[in-house]
């Protein structure tokens, strides 16, 4: 057993107790105070410089090595979802409606167990390692934030890690691939404007409801019809609201979606797309309609050289490496990727033929994961410090 990976076994019960600890209070986007005060406590113990109030809620932990050399970050999502917790088990969530059923509980407490085995390094290391712990993941960019507040500079940061719990990838095995592996994300919403009136006298009204049936369908097309079918794209609509009464057609409906892509070419094409279906199929019923596009995610895309490091790192600590496929999920890790190499890894999870999705209410995780996913992330920046 390496040597990182053997310190990380050691403090596997304190990695259990602060996970659990984030488990039990989970805070959402951007209100993740006692979160970031938990953390920066730990890292302050620690021996690392620490900054808090990063944007707004935002820690960063700085290990200086012994000598100048390059600096290379670790990054943790703070945030947890508007979810109800199912599982009955000790940690259960205490603050009702919000849980980490995305896994960021882990995420912290691997970054947190890496920065203790990297502080036992110190003299060994050339240069330093960020440890950046980032608010707001799900649905808000908290990434571009943290990236306009300079988490990336003083010091300029040269590379950046972060991986992900994945409950789809057997236990222990990650999941890692160049270039793409997560896809953009953009959130839309329609207004259908009608003209309301009696259920009985529909022809004496213009119904949205019909409307907005028909874009609903019409929507679907564009992934058959205008994209190539070997280029991924999904759109989802997944919220129709209009009408309160049995016998009133109402003078609008509301929708929202999301639609997924892997190129800025297929995204702009899906835009123009269904500006051109909802148009034509308002216009038709004589409805009109509002649509607004709400600027996501870029494409998640791995730098190849990182990815050569992180299977050399994960080989070292005998940790299985598969190539994955495709995910249409994405993450604000994409924002770092823009502004300097980086690298995004699943860690596995799945124990069960049939394992529980991220974002449902019974999500958990076996947490003798911990020492794998911090022992991986150590490594990981130690080889980066190397080259």
């Known amino acids: 057993m390496s040597e990182i990976r053997k310190i990380a076994e050691e403090i596997k019960d304190r990695l259990i107790q602060v996970r659990r600890d984030f488990h039990r209070y989970p805070e959402i986007g951007f209100q993740e105070k006692r979160t970031s005060k938990k953390i920066s406590e730990i890292l302050d113990e620690i021996g690392l410089d620490v900054k808090t109030n990063v944007?707004?809620?935002?820690?960063?932990?700085?290990?200086?090595?012994?000598c100048k050399g390059k600096t290379v970050a670790l990054r943790a999502d703070m945030d947890a979802l508007n979810v109800d917790e199912n599982n009955t088990v000790s940690y259960r969530s205490r603050n009702k409606g919000i849980m980490h059923a995305c896994g960021h509980d882990g995420h912290m407490s691997m970054v947190i167990g890496a920065a203790i085995v990297l502080s036992r390094f110190k003299r060994q290391i050339h240069g330093s390692v960020k440890f950046i712990f980032q608010p707001a993941e799900e649905n808000i960019g908290g990434a571009e934030v943290m990236i306009r507040h300079g988490v990336l500079k003083y010091p300029q940061v040269d590379a950046i890690f972060g991986l992900h719990l994945w409950p789809y990838i057997n236990f222990g095995t990650i999941g890692i691939r160049s270039g793409a592996i997560m896809a953009s994300m953009d959130n839309f919403s329609i207004i259908v404007?009608?003209?309301?009136?009696?259920?009985?006298?529909?022809?004496?009204?213009?119904?949205?409801?019909?409307v907005a049936s028909q874009i609903f369908q019409a929507l679907q097309t564009i992934k058959n019809h205008n994209v190539n079918a070997l280029n991924p794209c999904v759109i989802s609509i997944c919220s129709i609201n209009g009408g309160i009464s049995y016998n009133v057609i109402p003078d609008e409906v509301k929708m929202k979606g999301t639609f997924r892509t892997f190129s800025d070419h297929t995204r702009n094409k899906v835009k123009k797309r269904m500006l051109e279906i909802i148009e034509g199929i308002a216009k038709s019923f004589g409805a009109k309609y509002t649509l607004y596009f709400e600027k996501g995610y870029p494409v998640t895309i791995n730098n190849a050289s990182l990815v050569k490091l992180v299977v050399s790192s994960a080989k070292k600590l005998d940790v299985r490496v598969i190539q994955p496929n495709l995910s249409m999920g994405s993450e604000d890790f994409s924002f770092y990727q823009k502004e300097i190499q980086g690298v995004y890894f699943w860690l596995g999870v799945k124990k069960d033929k049939n394992p529980i999705a991220l974002h449902n209410g019974n999500f958990n995780f076996d947490e003798d994961i911990l020492p794998v996913g911090t022992s991986l992330l150590a490594e990981c920046a130690l080889a980066f410090l190397r080259r």
């Open 193 to 210: 404007k009608g003209k309301g009136g009696h259920g009985a006298m529909p022809h004496a009204a213009v119904n949205p409801l019909i």
């Open 55 to 66: 944007a707004k809620t935002g820690v960063v932990g700085l290990l200086n090595g012994s």
